[in-house]
């Protein structure tokens, strides 16, 4: 009826549709290892479906790219949908979500993913640049910062070490990520070695470049 007058409104077909969505599975955070099966169900039950076009949808997402789930009902009037995936390490902190609609109504729910993994190898940088090659010529008397960078969830930790070109052994590791050398000289040419690691890793996961020094006075001879 139009609700100022009383009067019965023609050419409509009213239906009433009743929801009652369960309770949001996903807390704000969810902790997995990776490789663990990630598993979520979300339902929700509804009354006074007339035909397929006002049954609820559920929709799951991966920071914001759509997962093919299937939907099901097994049981009338409880629809429900359930993800399973693995834990991946490059899902580490990407948002899990979920939400259902139906005609103009939508409910959303989602969690945040923190995926442990161990440590991986690390990449090495040089003054800021990406080291591409294992080995590299630096000029006498520059400054050097060496930095590592590892993937892995706890934060790795670090640990340099320095073999110089007449040394068997490497030296004893310094610890963080980054190692500095405020003058090059010619008895920093050997390998540099660093190492990540955390509380996953059986053994730690190594890179290594080796330098090179460049005396002055070979650089006055070129000219």
């Not at 993800?83 to 390490?89: G, K, L, Q, T, W």
């Not at 991986?120 to 003054?127: D, G, H, M, S, V």
């Not at 610890?175 to 920093?188: A, E, F, L, S």
Request: hydrophobic share 30%; proline share 4%.
């Amino acid at each position: 009826n139009n609700v100022r007058n009383g009067k019965p409104i023609g050419g409509l077909d009213p239906q009433l549709i009743v929801l009652k969505p369960e309770k949001c599975p996903m807390l704000g955070i969810s902790t997995f290892r990776e490789n663990d099966i990630i598993t979520f169900t979300w339902s929700v039950k509804y009354a006074g479906n007339k035909n397929d076009s006002q049954k609820p949808a559920i929709t799951w997402s991966l920071s914001r790219i759509q997962q093919h789930v299937t939907e099901d009902e097994t049981a009338e009037g409880v629809f429900k949908s359930t993800i399973n995936m693995a834990a991946d390490s490059h899902d580490d902190q990407k948002e899990l979500s979920c939400y259902f609609s139906v005609l103009n109504i939508q409910e959303f729910c989602s969690t945040r993913l923190d995926i442990q993994y161990q440590a991986q190898k690390p990449t090495l940088f040089i003054n800021g640049d990406k080291i591409i090659k294992n080995h590299e010529i630096l000029q006498e008397g520059m400054a050097a910062s060496f930095t590592a960078v590892s993937r892995g969830n706890p934060q790795p930790s670090y640990t340099w070490q320095f073999k110089a070109t007449s040394d068997v052994n490497f030296s004893y590791g310094e610890t963080g990520h980054t190692k500095q050398i405020k003058w090059i000289g010619i008895g920093d040419a050997g390998v540099y070695r660093c190492c990540a690691k955390n509380s996953f890793n059986s053994h730690r996961k190594c890179s290594e470049i080796t330098i090179s020094v460049r005396g002055i006075d070979q650089v006055a001879q070129r000219y």
